[in-house]
């Protein structure tokens, strides 16, 4: 009988000590999630301008503002899909949930105040579902991409993975966006790769300012070589150009580093999650 309510007392104690955890955050925490990593659709351009590792890495990141958390991106392949082993689908390949790794520091999907995507791809969403009771964050021509009022004929690639999205609580924004109201976190515009493409700045205490790519970039030769746009035709490319040019102010404005979020030799480098920047 004892044994029995030590038992319980430890599974008490050991729920409720991430929650106290969340509350005690003073300043912003970025958790890095490994969300897999896919193979390039078209390898042959990069190849020939030089990109010797033409895989990519997926992320998905935590922020933890004492007044609330953003979910920036979603993840390539639902977690209802994601087996222990691994699961392969199409290019993408994928071990751990997102789910799993919110869990691990103490979160649910429930807990998530706002989710921002920085657009609508099936490598950035497929989690979107999951989400659909936060506050969602979105630049208004991508919602307008994602939910036009007449339905395209051929519907968007696995769409029906975000598609809850539609009915959230939602603030739709026309350009750059101050998340928590303090400068912190601050979603900057990005148009382009799709029509309502954007990026993150997160402005860490220790480890200093920081955007999240998106989609801005894929690989770091991208920035190096200023013709070499391999996957510009998907969306605007001129207005891809305007979007690289003010990310590129930023960063040289804030000091601010670029975190290129496919970029998977990076990424290695990256400390995940339960690991944070501060
Ligand atoms: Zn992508």
């Given amino acids: 009988m004892q044994m029995k309510r030590r038992s319980i007392f430890a599974a008490l104690l050991l729920t409720a000590l991430p929650a106290v955890a969340q509350q005690k955050v003073k300043s912003v925490r970025l958790y890095v999630f490994d969300c897999g990593r896919l193979k390039s659709g078209n390898p042959a351009p990069l190849l020939e301008r030089g990109v010797t590792t033409t895989d990519m890495s997926v992320e998905a990141f935590l922020i933890?503002?004492?007044r609330g958390t953003l979910l920036w991106d979603a993840g390539v392949i639902?977690?209802?899909?994601v087996k222990p082993e691994g699961t392969v689908e199409a290019r993408a390949t994928v071990h751990t949930t997102?789910?799993?790794q919110l869990a691990a520091i103490g979160y649910k999907p429930a807990d998530i105040t706002y989710l921002a995507l920085s657009h609508n791809?099936?490598?950035h969403s497929a989690n979107g579902n999951a989400f659909a009771g936060s506050t969602w964050l979105v630049q208004r021509p991508e919602r307008a991409f994602m939910f036009p009022d007449t339905p395209p004929a051929t519907p968007i690639n696995r769409s029906e993975r975000w598609s809850d999205l539609k009915n959230s609580k939602t603030m739709i924004l026309d350009g750059d966006y101050d998340v928590f109201g303090d400068g912190s976190v601050v979603i900057i515009s990005t148009p382009g790769h799709t029509p309502g493409h954007q990026s993150l700045l997160v402005n860490l205490k220790k480890t200093g300012p920081v955007v999240?790519?998106?989609d801005l970039y894929h690989y770091p030769a991208e920035r190096e070589l200023k013709d070499f746009t391999p996957l510009a035709n998907l969306g605007d490319p001129a207005q891809e150009a305007v979007?690289?040019?003010?990310?590129e102010a930023l960063l040289k404005e804030?000091?601010?580093k670029l975190w290129i979020q496919h970029d998977i030799i990076a990424d290695a480098k990256l400390r995940k999650s339960p690991a944070y920047y501060e």
């Avoid at 639902?78 to 899909?81: G, I, K, S």
């Avoid at 979007?243 to 990310?247: G, I, L, R, T, Y």
């Fill in 121 to 123: 791809h099936y490598d």
């Fill in 78 to 81: 639902p977690d209802e899909l």
């Fill in 98 to 100: 997102l789910k799993g």
């Fill in 254 to 256: 804030k000091h601010a």
């Fill in 212 to 214: 999240l790519s998106g």
């Fill in 243 to 247: 979007s690289k040019a003010k990310v």
């Fill in 64 to 66: 933890v503002h004492p």
